[in-house]
């Protein structure tokens, strides 16, 4: 579950992962069965530019994990369920990917709905409806219903 403190936990992450150069340090989930997988399919299928920003490594690697800029995008694939998405909770779609936007953290949006749940955390410097848009060819691709 994503705990209010995980939420917390992941704002400041991407706050201080803004200021880095390099490679950046995220951590990775640990998906198991379908959605490990997936995920790692997921990897190779996202695009090596987002937004004006190039991919850049991570530290620890994963496969589950991509990051653009100095972390100003991260994604990290096989996360838990959004512990603040209730049954009726709102679920945008976007270009076929409906993503959940957690109330508590204006900048964390996952996709819902799929054999994975797929995390997205998006700076304010950028529109995170752009971004959601580029990402939802490779999660159709590679992440199944």
Known sequence: ????ARV??????????A???GTVRIEPPAPTGKAAE???????????TLDGLDRVATEPSSPYVAVWGAGEIALRCGVDRP???????????????GWFADPRAGTLFTAVNRVAY???????EHPAGAVLV?????????IPE
């Not at 579950?1 to 209010?4: E, I, K």
């Not at 797929?118 to 304010?124: F, Q």
């Not at 939802?136 to 590679?142: G, Q, V, W």
């Open 134 to 142: 580029d990402l939802a060819a490779p999660i159709k691709a590679t």
């Open 8 to 17: 917390a936990a992941a704002a400041a992450a991407l706050a201080a992962l």
């Open 38 to 48: 997936a995920c790692a399919k997921l990897g190779p299928a996202l695009p090596r």
């Open 19 to 21: 200021a880095c150069s």
């Open 1 to 4: 579950m994503l705990s209010t």
């Open 118 to 124: 797929v995390e997205v955390t998006i700076s304010r």
């Open 83 to 97: 512990a603040a998405m209730s049954p009726t909770a709102e679920v945008s779609d976007i270009n076929g990917v």
